[in-house]
């Protein structure tokens, strides 16, 4: 029962006017209406009845909440929601001793403040009805239809007689998968846990901790992706003061000083926006939005010692898209912008529907001095500018979006991929889902949700189809693969990012393209050492349950399995050229008559390259192809060339250099590869791993130079091969 959430005997310290402020939620600011006494409101419910044709009066402050946000809206089922609450709650009290119906009226009306659309506030008054009374879902659905019915039954908690300790983590969990289909049961969740937090104080010190830990783990987190921040903000400061009463007392007192201060720096800069924006002729508001006590408290520890600007940041709102870059241009001409602090999220919205533009301002060290004079003792001035649809999404994120399953009109079908294209089901959504199906007990689910939402930033990665992934802040290409293919990810190799080759550990960074190598072998298996670069759930918990099935499994892949010891291939050597004074295989006349020629092992010519020779000791000339760095060193010395060109002998020596990722069999596949296409081995290198990369050389004669580019194909088509070349050597120092 949500029953337990009750009203502090204690209230939480009185905090002067001004800085109050600073700690309310984010909300749309309109003029401000007498609080409500929701005990008087409760008790009123209990002893009066309304008429059928009228609204209740305990509802009131929801109609006049919900009819600022939509005026056409039809009101009927608001009634028949609270009378139906009303009755099945009665003589049910909280354990502060208030009427019951005063907790889902407090919710609703958070929901109706931030502009939820009638049926969630329908839903919302019914919340705990399913939970705490007699009343069914399917009474709820014959009453109010399945849209309210699936919300309810979303936030409806199970029962700790039927699920023991699981009963909160599978609670979560049920709650979460039903936000997949419908994403305003996370909201009525949200709004619920605001007000059971408002009313904690009843409650033992250690049960408000416990309840205050989930709410800082898993809630807001939430919250934030949702781009719920009027509830994630006062949620911060709710459990900021429970968990850390010390430092909640002492940012308190840090606002009140500012608060008491005779001059407030954030005003005088304000005024001065206003006149640069009239003066420019742009229409905008200028607001100065207060730091709640969170937000001061992280300001404070990461400055030190806090000024007056620091209290708050300037917010300016215009009309249209257009006029924040108009606004933007302003003040960074009229003022002295701090580039730093630029940041676009306009052009790129943040993962939870968030836009702004953020930038800042240096106070000039006078007030009449020019706009590009030294900062006054440091002091900056963070502003944000946005349109007033954007605020309104700011503030309130998913619930903004009134309902979102509405028929579109435009009759738009969701993209192909998969993704829906409302931001309801954003990304984060999507992988939470799939990897809690995967979660094999309560208890992982529990810690791993915990682990998953404290990483609070999002990141875009495209890949090369022009599809994208989202992925958390700190991702790599292990993460991108699982995220991409789920288990099949077992068989990546590597990965290209932004068209360069790059380990499976790579972290990515928001923008990046990543193409994923995939092998083809059914076979394929994650290495233990993916774990060190899994940073998602899905990555971790498929690697993890591949591991727990193959005991044996999993060799790191810095030890390229599938070597063999066969007699005529020596595996770590030094790469062999064959033995010089006479050429290898293929036919190449010379202009000095009896010399003897030799191909060069530094770049190791075959036909048809263009070649080049050199005189050497003994009256040798050695051949190299033109474009091979040694050519450009002995020129420069002033070593005479001496013309050479092929001959009719069409057999050649040639060293291949292949790039690889390390995996079982890999050595047997390319010595095998290298035979059919007809190539001989005459010696090779392996050289030892790096980053899961492995380099090998070899020196393979053949019956025919024609037959190289087809040996090359080969080679390449080797699963975990990613490049074949031949071998070009650096040119040696001067």
């Known amino acids: 029962m949500s029953a337990e959430a009750t009203n502090p005997p204690t209230p939480v310290p009185v905090v002067p006017a001004a800085a109050t402020a600073a700690a309310a939620p984010a909300t749309v600011r309109r003029k401000s209406r007498p609080r409500i006494d929701l005990r008087r409101l409760g008790r009123a419910a209990l002893l009066g009845s309304a008429a059928r044709d009228r609204l209740p009066d305990a509802i009131g402050h929801v109609v006049e909440a919900h009819r600022a946000h939509h005026p056409d809206a039809d009101l009927e089922p608001l009634r028949r929601a ?28 958070i929901l109706a403040e931030l502009g939820a659309e009638t049926t969630t506030l329908t839903a919302s008054l019914l919340h705990d009805t399913v939970e705490d009374t007699e009343v069914t879902l399917d009474q709820v659905r014959e009453q109010f239809g399945e849209e309210v019915r699936y919300l309810v039954d979303g936030v409806t908690k199970l029962e700790k007689v039927d699920y023991g300790a699981a009963a909160e983590p599978e609670t979560f969990r049920k709650m979460l998968v039903a936000t997949g289909s419908d994403v305003r049961v996370m909201s009525i969740k949200l709004a619920d846990r605001l007000h059971n937090m408002r009313t904690l104080g009843v409650m033992r010190p250690e049960k408000q901790a416990r309840i205050a830990g989930v709410t800082r783990d898993v809630l807001i987190p939430l919250a934030e992706r949702l781009g719920v921040q009027a509830l994630k903000t006062e949620l911060e400061d709710l459990v900021f003061a429970i968990l850390h009463p010390e430092e909640y007392e002492h940012t308190r007192e840090l606002i009140a000083e500012n608060a008491a201060r005779a001059e407030d720096p954030l005003a005088v800069v304000a005024e001065e926006m206003r006149a640069v924006l009239r003066e420019a002729g742009l229409s905008a508001e200028v607001l100065i939005r207060p730091r709640h006590f969170v937000s001061v ?21 215009v009309a249209e898209d257009a006029d924040c870059y108009g ?29 702004s533009l953020h930038t800042a301002v240096a106070l000039p060290r006078t007030r009449n001095g020019s706009p590009g004079g030294t900062p006054a003792d440091g002091q900056i001035v963070e502003v944000l500018i946005r349109t007033h649809q954007m605020h309104k999404v700011a503030e309130a994120g998913v619930i903004a979006l009134g309902n979102p399953y509405a028929a579109d009109a435009s009759g738009a079908d969701d993209p192909a ?46 890949r090369p189809d022009g599809g994208t992934l989202g992925l958390p802040e700190g991702a790599t290409c292990v993460d991108a693969a699982y995220g991409q293919y789920g288990e099949d990810a077992h068989a990546c190799l590597g990965a290209r990012v932004n068209g360069r080759l790059a380990t499976l550990s790579t972290v ?23 774990l060190e670069h899994a940073h998602t759930p899905a990555a971790r918990i498929a690697i993890q349950r591949w591991l727990a099935t193959h005991p044996g499994g999993g060799a790191p892949a810095e030890q390229p399995a599938g070597y063999r010891a066969d007699a005529d291939f020596p595996e770590r050597r030094a790469a062999a050229v064959g033995p010089g004074g006479r050429t290898q295989g293929a036919d190449v006349r010379t202009d000095r008559p009896g010399a003897a020629v030799r191909l060069a092992g530094c770049c190791t010519p075959v036909p048809p390259d263009e070649i080049t020779g050199f005189p050497v000791r003994g009256g040798v000339v050695t051949v190299h192809r033109l474009e091979c760095a040694a050519v450009a060193h002995m020129k420069s010395r002033g070593r005479a060339e001496i013309g050479v060109h092929w001959g009719d002998t069409t057999a050649c020596r040639v060293t291949l250099v292949a790039e690889s990722f390390g995996r079982r069999g890999l050595l ?14 005459v010696s090779a290198t392996v050289e030892p791993p790096s980053e899961q990369r492995v380099r090998h050389t070899y020196t393979l004669q053949l019956p025919d130079a024609a037959d190289l580019p087809a040996l090359m194909r080969a080679m390449r088509d080797v699963p975990g091969v990613y490049d074949v070349s031949r071998a070009r050597h650096q040119a040696p120092s001067p």
């Open 82 to 109: 609270y009378v139906l609450a009303e009755s099945s709650h009665r003589g049910q009290t909280r354990k502060s001793g208030e009427p019951y119906i005063t907790h889902p009226l407090a919710v609703t009306l």
């Open 668 to 681: 047997a596949d390319l010595t095998e590869a290298i035979a059919l296409a007809g190539g001989d081995i």
């Open 297 to 317: 408290h992280r300001v404070a520890r990461k400055r030190g010692r806090l000024r007056g600007t620091d209290f708050g940041r300037l917010l300016v709102l």
């Open 508 to 530: 990515l960074k928001d923008g990046d393209t990543v193409e994923l190598l995939m092998g083809q072998d059914p076979a394929s298996e994650p290495s233990r050492e993916w």
């Open 417 to 462: 991929d998969g993704e829906r294209a409302d931001p309801t089901r954003p990304g984060w959504l999507s992988r939470l889902l799939e990897w809690q199906q995967a979660a094999p007990d309560p208890d992982t689910f529990w810690s791993t949700l915990r682990e998953d939402l404290a990483q609070d930033r999002e990141i875009t990665v495209f």
């Open 327 to 355: 606004v933007l241009g302003e003040l960074h001409t009229c003022m002295t912008p701090v580039v730093s602090e630029f940041k676009d999220f306009i052009a790129v919205p943040k993962f939870n529907l968030y836009q």
